[in-house]
């Protein structure tokens, strides 16, 4: 019988498609793995590393922004489609299906009194980030009428990547100063 409900399970839970906050969650985790794979990356390597946001197009770009060019080409990534150049990772929320296509990227702002809003996040050869405060990266998506988002904080001593809790309050941005 155990078996007959998750054969079930299995086949009609797919069909009903993944909530707001599950799309949500499932974009968060994807951006802070590749958060924490441009850490690794810096610490490894021995050098820097550059992730650059375009909320336009609701994804960003992982590039070696370090000086020895020998670097400048990423190792393979089973996610790198056949058309990027091997100098640049570029993730696209909307190419996951079930998981991206109703996240989208809300903003990317510094955490301090004032947020303001910001472009990149680089990490260097110790794994943090080159800011002093730390960096929220805001997804969105919407449940039914309203808007749910979902912060990723960005540890600027560390550079380890949290998932928040979801919430219905917008981020503030104080300005719209699109500072690196």
Do not use: C
Request: aromatic share 6%.
């Amino acid at each position: 019988m155990v078996a007959i409900l998750g054969i079930l399970a299995a086949t009609v839970i797919p069909q009903f498609g993944a909530t707001a906050p599950d799309q949500v969650r499932g974009a968060a985790q994807i951006v802070a793995a590749d958060i924490d794979y441009a850490r690794s990356l810096a610490i490894s390597n021995n050098s820097t590393y550059l992730i650059t946001y375009q909320k336009v197009r609701n994804g960003y770009v992982l590039t070696h922004s370090g000086s020895n060019t020998s670097l400048d080409d990423l190792p393979d990534n089973p996610f790198r489609k056949p058309s990027d150049d091997s100098q640049s990772l570029i993730v696209m929320l909307s190419d996951f299906p079930h998981v991206g296509s109703g996240a989208k990227i809300a903003a990317i702002v510094t955490d301090e009194p004032a947020p303001q809003e910001v472009t990149s996040i680089e990490f260097d050869t110790l794994g943090q980030t080159t800011r002093k405060q730390p960096t929220i990266i805001w997804l969105s998506s919407q449940a039914g009428a309203e808007d749910i988002f979902l912060p990723i904080e960005i540890n600027p001593v560390t550079g380890l990547a949290t998932i928040g809790e979801i919430t219905t309050a917008a981020p503030i941005i104080s300005s719209v100063n699109a500072s690196t």
